[in-house]
């Protein structure tokens, strides 16, 4: 992968609420803290993986950092090609701070590809009209060129060009998902958000999908921010990881290093919920006890303190410092010092995981 | 023109689509070509009649030279009027106020209603709930009873009661198009779509309105059957057209006061001919429902 | 109990601005739209200015619209709907004296098209596709299709011209009117209460033609309602065991499935209760049936602007209470829902 040292976005200190309305006047009466204060980077051409269980903001995140949901605070800061209007140039934009018209440019730059690959498709539309209108909202390209533009797309996610003329409801649902991939790409941005790519396909076509999203960022210079529910997906395609829990990252390093030497008990347990191809690899899976809190009145301290086994009484009094370890292995932990929690495979192979083979 | 090229992908399928589905679905649809041959059949008639008012020789206006009030025969095949006109030719004639009205009003109200409708579903917020509740307290008034107010405050003649029509049905297409629109707005392709950078206008128009056409199709056709008995009641109440023109809400208010001499034909037939336009449309509303809902074919079928 | 009580209380205030917004439609309309009033009611005679603005200020229409509307509005919410322009009448006592001819009329109206359109329903859906659930079906499309107005005409050349059974129109006969005198308003329940036998016979008789009308013609919509209705609860699992265990089918229909299906009849009552009103103005109209209908289209006719207002609100408040007394009766009939 392409990969460079510069970084493409950064994000610092977003936050995204949304009110609970109650009663005949719909006064605000709480707020479902869905993303409560993350911050990250993603490198040009790098993979960030975003993990979390259901209904921990990693999603809501992700939409955030597209303008989609509306961010409540913080800075999303994005280094344009585009905006910067002369070739070559790069423009550094705060996506949060950005008006209508900067927005819509910048929709060139960033896309989204969707978990459903069923109702994400306008059931009215042909496949040529769900992959063209990108094109035709931004005046791109016209007539023929625009069909040679959709053609070529389409070609790169392996449809064919006759394909145009269909409707998405004679497609597969892998089918359908590379023309959710060919509407995000036809755009040619320079980051897509994956939300969840694969995990409403049936697991032979997962491999697939996700070949193709490594072969279409080698061939497009894309750089991706993965969205996904577990480590395993994540693990093959990223260069790193971070790891949400209620609304907040608690973790985030390079992927050796998160499956070598989690410093976080929550990596932990996703890490050792990870299934190791090897039938003499005993597993010593952590199963994590109690439920997810309400994002609505999340616990104080640290969020994850109820469910720790590690946990001691300041876990629930302050809430812990997201800091750096060093080589960019961010943790937020009270005891990320005198833990030594359990990597993956430790005590088999030796080998830890990594972008395997 | 590269403009209308533009546009082409999305139009023509669109086109393609509802052409294709209704060629499809008249294969067997006894009760949807039924409803269509009654409703055409009335349409022509009355084209004609208009265009060609004195075919049988007796105009429905100036024709005096019949036997007053005199009972179907074969030369006056449904009778004669007070004024010795032919009942049969004025007949034939009085379905253009009817059609009329009930077109245009229904076009009216299926504008002004479904455009409130997609931008209060799609919009929400208080914009939604003050607009619903405005529909809601119009839509459970009495129609029959707030048109006649209107069009008694608005004049008689065709324009006010297109008018008066058309504001009582707003709310019809406006419930219709609001529930149709927050579903599709929940959506994820609605989604992808502001991803990629579309204007609300555009969502809006592209995507959630072609997605309430089903709908409004069906809500349509049963809403012209209730426009043209609505339009024939306001007739007959007097807010129709002026009296020498034929018209069957009209005809049958005169009709009423030559009842208690036995003078039966002049209620009878402009009251089958209501019936039998308001059936031809109704049958349609039929035959689109089943069309467009599938679960209710499959129980029908 | 507590908590239906606290519903009911909450749809009440939900209704005041509905009322509202209708009372703002029609007073617009009536105001902004060209014609004045007070030439309205003298009948285009003409008339000095000085006894025309006499009249303005004593009808309170020479004040500017929204003080107009403001004083309106007020007088309404203190039960207070002003005086006709044309009788001088206080309005909202005139609608209360004429109201139970209304009612009276709706009652036996909804009665004709329950026992119809609930009986046609279930025997179609015993019977579905049968014969006889064509015919019936026909029927009820029928109903939807024909012009009320029509349809009570046609009552009265056959069974009050031809046959010359029933009397074609009016509350009571001329003798009868002399004599019979009213206690609460509704004729049938006064002429029981005064042991009157020969009034009650004529009054019978008067509101046959009328009822017949007005239920016929919503016999359609309650039919096929009923009939849908009837269907699915026939297809469903506790009916099938129901005849599994060789329960005969007149207690399948009676014991199980009838009450389920009647809950959404009740919604179709509710909402055919705007089609009632509107049905009874042309009801009335046709049958000189001396109700609020009737008063409504002869202010209409006279343009008297406050007597207008004055029928809508009523009519307003009218269909809200009984939206409100419908939403209520499913928690009796159904025990699932719960407020």
Redo the contacts between chains.
Sequence with gaps: MAQSDTVLLDVKGLVKHFPVRKGAFRRVKAAVRAVDGIDLFIREGETLGLVGESGCGKTTAG?SI?R?VEPTKGEILFRSRRMAGTAGGVKEVDVVKASRGE??AL??DM??I???PY????????V??IV???L???GMA??EE?KKRVADVLGAVGLKPEH??R?PHEFSGGQRQRI?IA??LV?DPQLVVCDEPVSALDVSIQAQVLNLLEDLQREFGLTYLFVAHNLSVVKHISNRVAVMYLGRIVELASTERLFADPKHPYTEALVSAVPVPDPDYSVDRIILQGDVPSPVSPPPGCHFHPRCRYAVDVCSKDAPVYRDLGNEHFVACHRADDLHLQPIHDRTTGQTGGPAA | M?ET??TT??RR??LA?TAGGVTRGLRGQTVLKVGLVIVIAFIVMTVVAQMWPSMNGFDPTKYRGAPRLEGPSATHWMGTDQLQRDVFTRVIAGGFASLVVAFSAVALSMIAGSILGWISGYTGGWLDRSLS??M???Y??????LA???V???GSGLSPMIWAVGFVYIPTYFRVTRAESLQVRE???I?????????RT?IVLR?VA??TVNAIMAVSSFNL?DAI?TV??LS??GFGLPPPAPDW?FD?QN??KY??S?S?WL??F??LM??AL??GF??IG?GISDLVNPKRRR?LG | MSGLFRYALQRLVLTV???L??LT??FL??RV?PGDPVSAMLGGRPVPPEVLQSYRVKMGVDKPIPAQYVTYIGGVFRGDFGSSMRTSTPVLRELFSRFPATIELAIFGLLVAGILGFSTGIIAATRADRPIDHGIRIFH??S???????LG??F??FFA??LGWLP?AGRLGGDVAFTFQPVTGFYVLDAIIRWDGRSLADIVLHLILPALTLGVAMTGLLGRMSRASM?EVLGQDYVTTARAKGLRERLVVTRHALRNALIPIITVFGLEL??????A??TE??FSWPGI?SY??RS??ARDYTA?QGS?VF??LF??VI?LIVDLLYSVVDPRVRY
């Design positions: 939409r597209l989609l927005m819509k929709r060139r896309q989204i969707f978990q459903d109702s994400s498709l306008n059931p009215r539309m042909t040529g009209g063209g209108e990108p035709l909202v931004h016209r007539g625009r145009m003329k409707y959710g509407r995000a755009l | 590269p090229r533009e992908p999305i399928s669109l689509r509740l405005f809601d307290a119009i459970s008034f009495p129609s029959m009873i006649i107010v209107l008694a405050m608005f959506t994820t392709y989604e992808a779509v502001k991803a990629i950078g579309a204007s555009r995507h072609p997605n059957a008995l024939a009641a007959f109440l809400g049958i009709g009423q009842l208690q036995g039966w209620i009878t402009p009251g209501i019936i308001s059936l109704g049958l039929e129980k | 601005p509905m009322i917004i209708l439609v029609i309309i009536l739209l499309i029928a939807f299709a024909m012009p009320l107005f029509w005409l046609m009265q050349v011209v031809k074609v269907l705007a089609v009632l009103m509107g049905g103005v042309l109209t046709v209908a409504l289209m209409i006719n207008i809508v009519i307003a269909i809200s939206n």
